[in-house]
């Protein structure tokens, strides 16, 4: 567990991938595990750091803002996490999450991590194990965005499915 | 004995410009083929460029790869036009060039090479595809923003008005929309629609003056296809004309009705035609051409046929010569064009006619509803309406109700001997040829004035920055020696770069409507147990392939049937896809490639996974992959080749859920 933790608090892509999935996971057997990592992570936010929260309906410019400000602190030379929920479909629990393909992140650059996460059977707002993630991603980069549409917004007539 | 009819003689109608949509390879190859098409009783030509030209960029960018001189020909200068109408004297041709994110470039090389055949610009005759819209929408191949792109078309619309007056500057294209599932009234409307936002956007310009609006509008020409309900396309064409003089008449006050009529070009449906039993497309191609060329009234001024194989690949010389002699003895054997319209006076007609006008000018209020095309381009509501009429159209064949010969009916065959030859019945472009144009280029390159092409880019610069019409200063560049992907850099640099939305999100898949569905989501339910999280996959389309129907399908239905989706879009390099493999922890990673180039776009995307320690991610592929190359793509280690014959999309689900079984070491 140590070295895994402090992989992720390196930045290492496929330990922060794989906290995450251990996060995602709903096996019992993993539980404990998430639990300990998230505890492990909770305290070694970077230096620094800043989470910053995107939020609003679908279309108002949520994908193309992050992207601008992503691109800038790539310029900055500071690493980037980003959290992009996506609200999931009730009838058959799948969901398509599309919002990372609006963040322009530049070819071959490996100090932007986009994660996508399905807000399951919340409507709107957060995912579950979004605050977890969150503090995995604040632990292994030095700013983390979180964009998702809301709360009520995923309810809108046209995502009846 | 009496006079027969037969015996008596009439005056026919001239036919229609008679085209084969072709190109590969490289310059030289292609100009050999268009002599020999011409040879052959071909009255115009249309180019097929390859996707780095469409799309600006030069023959060694990476994300050229494998792309280069696939789909259409490669032109990255001067002298690659040169070498592609070499002995073909341009001043008596009728050229249609498939260009739009580019054709300002494409059009400028051509006046530069006219030019130095000693064809002065007003003489030149023929047609840039030019419309962006539907790129957005249908097609993918566009390179700068919605806004950016209208204006550039504008700047081509205002410079031929002025320098090429038979020149056709737009073809507004309805043909791309209807293979992407769009129904008539989808295809009616939002290519009348994307017509009227370039209109008045060519009017508010200062280049071009009140007084010459009206040739303008004149000079605007269309682009459809034809389905196999052939009654209803002519229908759909006697509408649209209709409506559309009616449009230049009320909005643009065009008095001369010369200058309001409906001229339009046509490629019949390739949606349509089938992998199974690929000998019935020729039957197929037939009737669909019916449906433009029966109603006078309606007639198409140019027509395009596919090939009998394109299901299957690209298609052959032959193979496009059996498609020209279709036209050939539609126009000269029949006595087709020995009558007046018809049509006019038939009360089915009529009746059709009334139903589907007024489903147009709802469809087409709605679009003004949503803020207009641009807006509505941006926002992806009209994609979304495009994604869900094609979702609901598959379901139709997948459940029965829309019956396809050989596909979902009737299924039982003797084996086909036109595929039984050693090409596979397929043409096949050799590898080699990206090469020897990556060389080709570089020697260009080499011999050209360094300082005056950097001159000409910074004058073509300056002119994209300041708002001016960029032609002229495109043309320098052409005399110059600039290359296509200098060109595009200035463009992408000027105006930016752009993703459009997938319109995926928000369609409805009709969950639970298709038989099959429970089956499907039980896999994926079982599967998502043992993981301990829902199956993850990523749907990739690599390379310059814009054609993201099949993608955007699959994404839909897997959702449907319980996974969770990452789709980014189309153009993505190797290296994104495993890099987004990595971050999303994907299960599976599903690649869609329609242009040729998956034997080299999937090596390319398995050394970008294993470079990334993920080569236990079982990766499925979909698109137009020859049979030949199934043995190929399997031996690199592909969980599954899937091809148009593959309609049934939960059986697709139901195997992709087992591949990430097995991958897991689990029960499937």
Redesign the interface.
Not at chain 2, 558 to 569: C, I, K, Q, S
Not at chain 2, 582 to 585: A, K, L, N, Q, T
């Given at each position: 567990m140590t070295t895994e933790v402090e992989r992720v608090c390196a930045g290492e892509r496929r330990a922060v991938a794989a906290a995450l999935n251990l996060i995602e996971s709903t096996r019992g057997s993993d539980r404990a595990a998430a639990e300990a990592l998230v505890d492990a992570v909770a305290g070694r936010a970077r230096p620094g750091g800043q989470v910053v929260g995107l939020t609003g309906p679908p279309g108002v410019g949520k994908s193309t803002l992050g992207g601008r400000v992503v691109g800038e602190w790539r310029r900055r030379g500071v690493t980037v996490g980003v959290i992009a929920v996506d609200p999931s479909s009730r009838a058959s629990g799948g969901a398509v999450l599309g919002d990372r393909s609006r963040i322009a992140k530049p070819a071959g650059d490996d100090g932007v991590f986009i994660r996508s996460m399905a807000a399951r059977d919340r409507l709107g707002g957060l995912a579950p194990g979004t605050v977890e993630a969150i503090l995995v991603m604040r632990a292994a980069f030095d700013r983390v965005l979180v964009e998702t549409v809301g709360v009520g917004q995923s309810e809108r007539s046209r995502r009846s499915w | 004995m009496a006079d027969t009819v037969a015996s008596r003689p009439r005056k026919k109608d001239r036919p229609w410009v008679i085209r084969t949509y072709s190109g590969h390879s490289s310059a030289a190859a292609s100009n050999a083929l268009y002599r020999e098409n011409l040879a052959r009783g071909q009255t115009g030509l249309s180019v097929a460029f390859d996707l780095p030209t469409q799309t600006g960029y030069d023959a060694d960018h990476?994300l050229a790869t494998g792309e280069v001189g696939k789909v259409g020909v490669p032109i990255g200068h001067l002298g690659d036009m040169e070498a592609l109408f070499h002995g073909i004297p341009l001043r008596e041709m009728n050229t249609s060039m498939t260009i739009n994110a580019t054709a300002p470039w494409l059009l400028a090389l051509y006046v530069a090479a006219a030019e130095r055949q000693g064809t002065p610009r007003a003489g030149l005759r023929g047609t840039t595809q030019n419309d962006l819209v539907k790129e957005f929408l249908a097609r993918g191949t566009y390179m700068l923003p919605p806004e950016p792109s209208l204006k550039l078309q504008a700047d081509v619309v205002a410079f031929t008005v002025r320098e090429m007056p038979q020149w056709n500057p737009v073809n507004v294209c309805s043909y791309h929309l209807q293979e992407a599932g769009a129904t008539p009234v989808l295809e009616v409307s939002f290519a009348l629609a994307g017509a009227l936002a370039l209109l008045d956007q060519v009017r508010g310009r200062a280049d071009v003056d009140a007084a010459t609006f009206p040739e303008v509008v004149g000079r605007l020409s269309f682009f459809v296809n034809a389905g196999m309900r052939f009654i209803e396309e002519m229908v759909k064409l006697r509408v649209m004309g209709g409506l559309w003089d009616r449009l230049c008449r009320e909005r643009y006050g065009v008095t001369d009705p010369k200058l309001r009529r409906f001229r339009y070009g046509v490629q019949v449906n390739s949606l349509g035609l089938t992998e199974q039993q690929p000998e019935n497309n020729v039957y197929r191609i037939a009737l669909e051409m019916l449906g433009v060329v029966l109603s006078k009234r309606a007639r198409a001024r140019a027509v395009q046929l596919p090939a009998w194989n394109e299901a299957l690949g690209l298609p052959r010389p032959w193979d496009q010569q059996w498609s020209l002699r279709l036209q050939q003895i539609m126009a000269h054997e029949t006595d087709l064009l020995e009558y007046g319209d018809l049509f006019d006076g038939s009360t089915v007609i009529a009746e059709l006619e009334a139903t589907l006008a007024a489903d147009v000018e709802r469809e087409m209020a709605w679009i003004a509803s949503e803020g207009g095309v641009v807006k509505a381009v941006q926002?992806?509501a009209m994609k979304?309406r495009l994604v869900a009429a094609n979702t609901e159209r598959l379901g139709r064949i997948e459940r029965g109700e829309q019956q396809v010969v050989g596909v979902n009916c009737f299924t039982e065959s003797a084996p086909s001997p036109l595929v039984a030859g050693a090409d596979g019945g397929i043409m096949t472009v050799d590898a080699a040829a990206e090469r020897e144009q990556i060389a080709r280029l570089a020697a260009w390159r080499a011999a050209r004035s360094a300082d005056d092409a950097r001159a000409a880019l910074s004058g073509l610069r300056d002119a994209a920055r300041a708002g001016d019409n960029v032609m002229e200063a495109s043309v320098r560049c052409a005399l110059t020696g600039v290359t296509t992907g200098e060109w595009g850099g200035v463009m992408r640099e000027v105006f930016g770069?752009y993703?459009a939305p997938?319109g995926?999100?928000?369609v409805?898949?009709a969950?639970?409507a298709t038989a099959g569905l429970g089956r499907a989501?039980e896999a994926?339910?079982r599967v998502s147990a043992g993981l301990?999280?829902?199956l993850k996959l990523l749907v990739g389309k690599p390379g310059l392939d814009g054609h993201s129907n099949g993608a955007e399908q699959i994404?839909?239905r897997?959702?449907?049937?319980?996974?969770?989706?990452?789709?980014?879009?189309i153009r993505l390099?190797p290296?994104?896809i495993a890099?987004?493999a990595?971050?999303?922890?994907a299960h599976a990673i599903g690649l869609s490639i329609l242009s040729g180039s998956h034997l080299a776009l999937v090596p390319a995307v398995f050394a970008a996974l294993a470079a990334?320690?993920l080569e236990g991610v079982p990766v499925v592929v979909g698109g137009i992959i020859p049979e030949g190359d199934r043995g190929a793509l399997e031996a690199l280690g592909v969980a599954r080749v899937f091809t148009p014959s593959d309609f049934d999309l939960n059986a697709i689900m139901v195997e992709i859920a087992g591949a990430v079984a097995r991958a897991n070491g689990l029960a499937e």
């Open positions: - | 990476p926002s992806g979304e770069e993703r997938t995926v999100g928000a409805s898949g969950a639970g989501r994926v339910e301990g999280r829902r994404a839909v897997a959702r449907d049937a319980g996974m969770e989706v990452v789709y980014e879009g390099t290296e994104q890099s987004a990595e971050e999303e922890g990334r320690g």
